[in-house]
Each structure stands twice: as C-alpha cells, then as structure tokens.
C-alpha cells in the first residue's frame, strides 16, 4: 500500500506546489537550442536542490538516474508519473549497468539526469557516473541548480530544499560544455573537480540573486 500510495501523494504535493511559484529562469536558451537540435546532453545538479526540476523538466525526453534501493523505488515512481524515464543504479549499486542503460537511452534520444554526489554523499562531491557517461556518449554536460527566495531546509545529509508557497524561484542553467574523450583516471578526477567548481559557482550566484527580488 504504502509503495502505491506515496508515488500518487508525493508527486501531487510537489507539482501542486510547484504550480504556486514563481520561477524565472537563466541560461535556458542555450539548453533548448541543444534540445531542438537532437544534441544529446547530461544534467548535473547536487542532491537537495533538484525538487523543481522534477517539475520544470518533466516531458522534455529526460531519463533520470536513480538508486535501486527502496527509498530509490519510491522516487522512481514520482519520476514516471512526473513524465520521465528512469536509469535505475547509482555509483553504490550497479553502476555499470546503470551506464550501459543510460547510454541506450540516449542512443533513443533522451538526455539524462543525475544527482552527481548521489546517492548517498558525501554533499557536494562529484561522483563520476555523469563524467563517464558525457564523454561515453559525446554528449554536452550542463550544470543546473535551483534556489528559492523562501524554502524550508530538511536536516538530511543533503540539507534538502523545499520551497514554501509562492516565493520566488530560480534555476540556473550553466553554459553546455564538451569533456575530452579521455577516460583515464586522472582524467576523469579532474573534470569531476571542474563540474563540482562550475555547479558550486552558479548555485552561489543563484542563492544571492533569488534573494534580490522579492516575493510578488
């Protein structure tokens, strides 16, 4: 009961408050002229900042990585419900299964989502599964982030942002950019410091300026 039920509850809650904000948003031309253009892309964002975007990017052809545990389960069903497509695995649990899937994926066209210090932390660290699959892939990397105005902060190792009715809200697309074809360990460290650099940048910038305007 409780598997069936909390999919229906919880995406009602999220889209039902999410309709209630106002966003605006930032960089998005670049993201949609890669989509018009049949370019294959791979979202970044941390844990914690990504409760809008299960809003804002549904039916826009996303697969989303996603833990196979229980909790992942639950989440996977707000996705399909939400109109995404899921890759279950993590960098914990089958992670090469999860890129091979999610390479299939985007072989039909879809782009992928991922929580890059998922599944489990630690926060802000990125892992290296979106690394891997952009340069398997040959697919543009954009880093994305939200902040709100007014939000409540869950006490989760990802400090999960929810935002309250009505404020204000912001998401961040960064510019898309190209990895080397380089798969070598040293290689792929350095653009996961690179990706964690970019997505620190923007959800900085995003914070200060959502906090400018005030609530309407």
Known sequence: MYEKCFPAAGSLFLHGLCRTLHIQTMGEEAMESLRREGQPIVFGFWHGRHFLLVHYMRHKDCSVVVS??????????????????????????????????AVSHMKLGRHISFTVDGPKGPIHQVKPGAIYLA??????????????????????????????????????????????????GDAIEHECIVLGDKLNAITEKADLLVKKTSDG
């Open 68 to 101: 196979t545990s229980r909790d992942g389960t639950l989440i996977a069903n707000i996705l399909l419900r939400s109109g995404f497509y899921v890759v279950r695995g993590s960098s914990n649990r089958n992670p090469v299964r999860a890129l091979v899937e």
């Open 135 to 184: 340069k398997k892939a040959k697919a543009w990397l954009i880093p994305v982030t939200v902040a709100f105005r007014n939000d409540w902060k869950l006490k989760s190792w990802d400090r999960y942002r929810i935002p309250r009715p009505f404020t204000r809200a912001l998401i961040v697309f960064d510019t898309p950019y190209r990895l080397s074809d380089d798969l070598a």
